[in-house]
């Protein structure tokens, strides 16, 4: 033992003669340090295996060098199938005390033969597969796993245990128990083995005898003199007599039985041995089929799964590129329109300018592109919005109150502030039976313009109370109360019940309603009044468009 400050041997002395350092606290541990690796040795003799390894970690703790505890350790936990952990305890003993280590000896024999640590590998793999088995239910695969892998490597201790286990949850006791028993003879005092006996023992009311020790009757008697058959020799005085045997011929019944009494033992060897043998092999094959069968199966499975996955993974892909290259043609689409529009502003042609800017996909514009749609559109906005008022408003009159909507919710997308479009649009989504979205658009009028909405009563066709609610409530939190000659952020001006709205177009009032001019291309008689249909009234009823 040497001084940890400068490596000088110790003495008996309880201080270093080369540094002159105290060190009773170093010699202390290393003492305890032996003294467990003593209780750990002492453990292992009596097959104590689970104390030998406490006791073993525990002296490592105290003092890491101590390379006898560590040697010990690695072959505890190569005689309870752990050949990993003991591998790696007996490099790091190596690696500490390189010349003279009884490590060397393990490692060099455990590496000559190849085939022995392939099979070490074969069983980890299985012990893992056969644990992820049990994570996945699949019980039955899992002690087909584990039954290889204790046949490979009978003293693995937790293959032991996770096939009792299994069976303890299958209600097979008596499996269970014979295997805890033979984890028992490999270590008497594995708490796990003993719990998992005690579950066995309180399942089936029995006790299991964990006695492994055999003892053998052996009789005092003298041993009885055998026959020799051939010639009898005895002595003479100084002289050896050799007697030749007595022949007997036997006669032909005698020989007729014996051969007969040959070929019926001869028959009960064949029936008691090679029959029952021949059918376990039979058999044992037949179940290797099976389990190869099953194995390949669940490989298969696990295969299959992994090319759906991929080919799931690459659907995915395929659809991301058709709906890329779809975004790709429409935006494409969309610039040949806008250079159309474009054309067609350049040559003065402002109403085939909107027509064509209708068409085009405001989202799918993007850097210049999005500039020069916003400059046109800014350019030709009123003209967009007359021509979609005005076929909106002749589809509408014509009774084709689905066209209508459609290009009478573009005006209002157009130029959200004229009064006229959303009402127009109301009364389609109203007579196209379309509740939701009349009830939205009558909402959206009353909030945005409240005037209006009170001059022609437009609460009354909300069929949802709660939609007017909503929007009363914006109305209250969103400002306080609405100023009844400004319709706020419409840019609309409203005289009580007579309004004048100002969309560029010239337009007359008459009592609570208000008829655009322009309207239907001119076609319209200013001079009467208009329900809440949008249907001219006389005074005869309503007249027809």
């Known amino acids: 033992m040497n001084c940890i400050y400068c490596g000088t041997p110790l003495s008996s002395i309880d201080y270093c003669t080369g540094c002159g350092a105290d060190v009773t606290i170093q010699k202390r541990t290393v003492r305890i340090s032996n003294l467990l690796y003593n209780e750990g040795l002492e453990k292992a003799t009596v097959r104590d295996l689970s104390g030998a390894i406490s006791c073993l970690k525990r002296s490592l703790k105290f003092n890491k060098e101590n390379v006898d505890a560590r040697n010990l350790l690695g072959l505890v936990y190569y005689e309870t199938g752990e050949v990993v952990s003991a591998l790696s305890e007996w490099v790091i003993s190596k690696n500490t005390v390189s010349e003279n280590n009884a490590a060397d000896v393990y490692i060099s024999k455990l590496q000559a033969n190849k085939n022995k640590l392939e099979t070490i590998n074969q069983t980890i793999r299985k012990y893992n597969q056969a644990l992820t088995y049990c994570k996945q239910d699949n019980e039955d695969m899992a002690i087909i796993q584990l039954k290889k892998v204790l046949s490979q490597?009978?003293?693995?201790?937790?293959?032991?245990?996770?096939?009792?286990?299994?069976?303890?949850?299958?209600q097979e006791y008596e499996k269970a128990r014979r295997l805890l028993k033979k984890a028992a003879k490999i270590d008497t005092t594995n708490t796990t083995t003993l719990r998992y006996l005690h579950e066995v023992e309180e399942a089936t009311g029995v006790s299991t005898n964990l006695n492994t020790k055999k003892f053998r009757r052996h009789s005092n008697a003298e041993e009885k003199e055998h026959r020799i058959l051939g010639p009898i020799t005895y002595m003479s005085g100084n002289d050896t007599v050799i007697q030749p045997a007595t022949f007997r011929e036997s006669s032909t019944t005698a020989t007729f039985i014996n051969i007969l009494l040959g070929f019926l033992l001869g028959?009960?060897?064949?029936?008691?041995?090679?029959?029952?043998?021949?059918?376990?092999?039979?058999?044992?094959?037949?179940?290797?089929?099976?389990?190869d069968a099953n194995t390949k199966l669940a490989s298969s499975t696990a295969q299959v799964s992994a090319l759906e996955s991929q080919i799931e993974d690459y659907q995915k892909q395929i659809d991301e590129a058709n709906n890329s290259a779809t975004a790709s043609k429409e935006q494409a689409d969309g610039y040949d329109l806008l250079l159309k529009a474009a054309a067609e502003f350049i040559s003065g042609n402002q109403a085939a300018t909107g027509t064509t800017l209708a068409d085009v996909k405001a989202d799918r514009m993007e850097g210049n592109a999005k500039t020069l749609y916003e400059l046109l559109n800014n350019s030709v906005k009123s003209t967009i919005y007359s021509t979609q008022y005005s076929e909106g408003a002749t589809a509408y009159a014509s009774g084709d109150y689905k066209t209508a909507a459609e290009k009478l919710k573009q005006a209002t997308q157009t130029d959200p502030s004229q009064y006229q479009a959303w009402y127009y649009l109301a009364f389609a989504y109203y007579n196209l039976s379309d509740t939701e979205n009349a009830d939205k658009t009558f909402?959206?009028?009353?909030?945005?313009?409240?005037?209006?909405?009170?001059?022609?009563?437009?609460?009354?066709?909300?069929?949802?109370?709660s939609v007017l609610n909503s929007v009363t409530a914006n109305n209250t939190t969103a400002g306080g109360a609405v100023d009844g000659n400004t319709a706020e952020g419409m840019g609309q001006s409203t005289e009580g019940a007579d309004q004048t709205l100002t969309d560029g177009s010239a337009q007359t009032t008459y009592g609570d309603n208000t008829v655009d001019q322009n309207m239907y291309g001119g076609y319209l008689d200013t001079t009467q009044q208009v329900d809440a249909y949008g249907n001219i009234i006389t005074d005869n009823g309503i007249t027809t468009w």
Not at 273 to 286: D, F, G, S, Y
Not at 446 to 465: C, G, H, M, W
């Open 153 to 170: 490597n009978p003293n693995l201790i937790k293959g032991y245990h996770l096939l009792a286990l299994i069976y303890i949850r299958q």
């Open 267 to 291: 028959a009960a060897m064949i029936w008691f041995l090679a029959i029952p043998a021949n059918t376990r092999k039979i058999n044992q094959q037949a179940s290797q089929q099976v389990t």
């Open 443 to 465: 909402a959206q009028i009353v909030k945005n313009f409240p005037a209006e909405s009170t001059r022609d009563s437009l609460s009354q066709y909300i069929s949802d109370s």
